[in-house]
């Protein structure tokens, strides 16, 4: 059955079903980067079997995990949002396929040819199963009968076995059902952190009005738009992790422009070699602003792994100019106006509170438009 198939979708799995149809069978660990399509999936192994779910920055780096995890004995599940594939296209085709590490892949299936989707996720969408058969990674779509997954599932392992070469379930938008999870308890003295439009608001509020500002995809350019249009913003859409190196790359070509980048933490982490090469470029004043609320929130709220890592140290290490971590208003107003002042690539990690509006829509301006738009006002 190839994902060409496109068979019925007339029922949809029960999370903790898959997940244990698949422990049943010896699967284990799981680790990747979470898709809403999966989003119940990776919630159900952290409520309910913590000790199997993996938290990895990007996706190649979960392929790679999962190669290890084969090599002890294991039997590894990576998820992953298809728009991931070309950051797993190297582990894939130069380690699991050259030293026979299978691992098994599910990868969900946005921008699915007649099933309209962002235009960052069109072309992925279109060549998702192509891709994986030019990997020599046979795939199919995931059966949404718990009986008939558990055959394909047999199969899938007896391909792994036969071939030492992975796997990959095609995951459907609507393939699996909601899953909730208990609510997080709150300490009722936790100061109360800004949310991430309301820390939108005071950065632009606070940087000089000729900044070039690009945010990264998701929910900041879309709040960023929603709230503070302006032809001096650029939405990134998709490409998450690549937002501060475009940010470098007009810093380092508009040099009589501040510049400005507004990043997130699952995205930093994601291409965190990217802070490597801001910090050499001692002669950019990139303002480098990092919205960190520990969480994947555009997928479902799945936690990052930001809570443990020392971005300023990072980025000090890396050579940036200075740092400054803030969680309220008045210090990331005063962050963003001494890093322009001062000059030199600098971080500003600011600490905020998931959530945002339920109704956010999507950005209102092409991609192409808002590319165009920004190219207009760097020239001005």
Same mark, same amino acid.
């Given at each position: 059955?190839?994902?060409?198939?496109?068979?019925?979708? &007339?029922?949809?799995?029960?999370?903790?079903?898959?997940?244990?149809?698949?422990? !049943?069978?010896?699967?284990?660990?799981?680790?990747?980067?979470?898709?809403? /399509?999966? $989003?119940?999936?990776?919630?159900?192994?952290? =409520?309910?079997?913590?000790?199997?779910?993996?938290?990895?920055?990007?996706?190649?780096?979960?392929?790679?995990?999962?190669?290890?995890?084969?090599?002890?004995?294991?039997?590894?599940?990576?998820?992953?949002?298809?728009?991931?594939?070309?950051?797993?296209?190297?582990?894939?085709?130069?380690?699991?396929?050259?030293?026979?590490?299978?691992?098994?892949? /599910?990868? =969900?299936?946005?921008?699915?040819?007649?099933?309209?989707?962002?235009?960052?996720?069109?072309?992925?969408?279109?060549?998702?199963?192509?891709?994986?058969?030019?990997?020599?990674?046979?795939?199919?779509?995931?059966?949404?009968?718990?009986?008939?997954?558990?055959?394909?599932?047999?199969?899938?392992? !007896?391909?792994?076995?036969?071939?030492?070469?992975? /796997?990959?379930?095609?995951?459907?938008?609507?393939?699996?059902?909601?899953?909730?999870?208990?609510?997080?308890?709150?300490?009722?003295?936790?100061?109360?952190?800004?949310?991430?439009?309301?820390?939108? $608001?005071?950065?632009?509020?606070?940087?000089?009005?000729?900044?070039?500002?690009?945010?990264?995809?998701?929910? =900041?350019?879309?709040?960023?738009?929603?709230?503070?249009?302006?032809?001096?913003?650029?939405?990134?859409?998709?490409?998450? &992790?690549?937002?501060?190196?475009?940010?470098?790359?007009?810093?380092?070509?508009?040099?009589?422009?501040?510049?400005?980048?507004?990043? $997130?933490?699952?995205?930093?982490?994601?291409?965190?070699?990217?802070?490597?090469?801001? &910090?050499?470029?001692?002669?950019?004043?990139?303002?480098?602003?990092?919205?960190?609320?520990?969480?994947?929130?555009?997928?479902? $709220?799945?936690?990052?792994?930001?809570?443990?890592?020392? /971005?300023?140290?990072?980025?000090?290490?890396?050579?940036?100019?200075? =740092?400054?971590?803030?969680?309220?208003?008045?210090?990331?107003?005063?962050?963003?106006?001494?890093?322009?002042?001062?000059?030199?690539?600098?971080?500003?990690?600011?600490?905020?509170?998931?959530?945002?509006?339920?109704?956010?829509?999507?950005?209102?301006?092409?991609?192409?438009?808002?590319?165009?738009?920004?190219?207009?006002?760097?020239?001005?």
């Amino acid at each position: 059955m190839s994902a060409e198939s496109d068979p019925s979708r &007339g029922e949809v799995l029960e999370a903790p079903t898959l997940v244990e149809l698949l422990r !049943a069978r010896g699967h284990g660990p799981f680790t990747g980067v979470p898709c809403s /399509f999966l $989003g119940p999936v990776i919630s159900c192994l952290e =409520t309910e079997h913590p000790q199997e779910y993996v938290i990895a920055a990007n996706e190649g780096e979960a392929v790679a995990l999962a190669a290890g995890a084969h090599l002890a004995g294991r039997r590894p599940v990576v998820i992953l949002q298809n728009s991931g594939l070309g950051n797993a296209v190297n582990p894939l085709t130069s380690l699991c396929h050259t030293l026979r590490l299978p691992v098994l892949l /599910f990868v =969900t299936w946005r921008g699915r040819p007649g099933h309209p989707d962002e235009p960052q996720h069109e072309l992925m969408g279109r060549i998702t199963p192509h891709t994986l058969t030019a990997m020599d990674i046979r795939n199919e779509v995931l059966p949404d009968d718990p009986a008939l997954l558990a055959q394909r599932l047999d199969a899938a392992a !007896a391909h792994m076995d036969a071939t030492g070469l992975p /796997f990959a379930f095609i995951v459907p938008k609507g393939a699996i059902a909601p899953y909730e999870r208990p609510g997080r308890a709150t300490d009722p003295a936790t100061p109360q952190l800004m949310k991430r439009a309301e820390a939108i $608001g005071h950065i632009v509020s606070a940087m000089d009005p000729r900044t070039l500002l690009v945010a990264t995809t998701g929910k =900041t350019a879309r709040e960023l738009e929603r709230d503070r249009d302006r032809p001096e913003n650029l939405y990134v859409v998709g490409s998450m &992790g690549c937002a501060s190196s475009v940010a470098l790359g007009v810093a380092s070509y508009a040099p009589d422009r501040p510049v400005a980048v507004l990043d $997130g933490d699952g995205a930093a982490l994601m291409r965190l070699e990217a802070m490597a090469a801001i &910090g050499r470029r001692q002669d950019t004043d990139l303002c480098h602003v990092l919205l960190d609320n520990e969480s994947y929130e555009s997928t479902g $709220g799945q936690p990052t792994a930001s809570a443990g890592v020392d /971005f300023a140290g990072i980025a000090t290490a890396c050579g940036y100019r200075a =740092t400054h971590d803030v969680s309220d208003a008045d210090a990331l107003c005063a962050a963003v106006a001494r890093a322009q002042q001062d000059g030199g690539p600098q971080l500003i990690r600011v600490r905020i509170a998931p959530g945002s509006d339920p109704d956010l829509g999507r950005p209102a301006l092409a991609p192409p438009a808002s590319a165009a738009r920004f190219k207009e006002a760097i020239a001005r």
